[in-house]
């Protein structure tokens, strides 16, 4: 069992800041990816940042490039989303994702409860 708790979504005017957070508990060996993914009403569910674990590497979506920055504390098992100059089209519901191997699965993926991002002026 893999509980990933969010916090720090909200509401901010354009070219605010947020900075999301994503704490995984549970029982794994190892966690392999984590990452944010950002869903709005009647669109799927789309990968705005995430980071390996093997090789620290990052990936964004064009969209946020040089606007957020993804990073992770591996003592805390949490990753965080700081998201600089936010726009009305980054509004919508944020989803922490993690890639984990337990003894009984490998690299199998856990979702938050997702986090309500809202940029409005």
């Known amino acids: 069992q893999v509980n990933l708790v969010e916090s720090g979504g909200g509401l901010v005017q354009p070219g605010g800041s947020l900075r999301l957070s994503c704490e995984a508990s549970?029982?794994?060996?190892?966690?392999?990816?984590m990452g944010w993914y950002h869903q709005t009403p009647g669109s799927q569910r789309e990968l705005v940042a995430e980071?390996?674990?093997?090789?620290?590497?990052?990936n964004y979506a064009d969209s946020v490039k040089g606007r957020f920055t993804i990073s992770r504390d591996n003592a805390k098992n949490t990753v965080y989303l700081q998201m600089n100059n936010l726009q009305p089209e980054d509004s919508g519901v944020y989803y922490c994702?993690?890639?984990?191997?337990?003894?009984?699965?490998?690299?199998?993926?856990?979702w938050g409860q997702g986090t309500q991002v809202t940029v409005s002026s």
């Open positions: 549970g029982s794994f060996d190892s966690i392999d990816s």
């Open positions: 980071t390996d674990t093997s090789d620290s590497s990052t």
């Open positions: 994702r993690v890639v984990v191997t337990t003894r009984w699965e490998f690299r199998s993926p856990y």
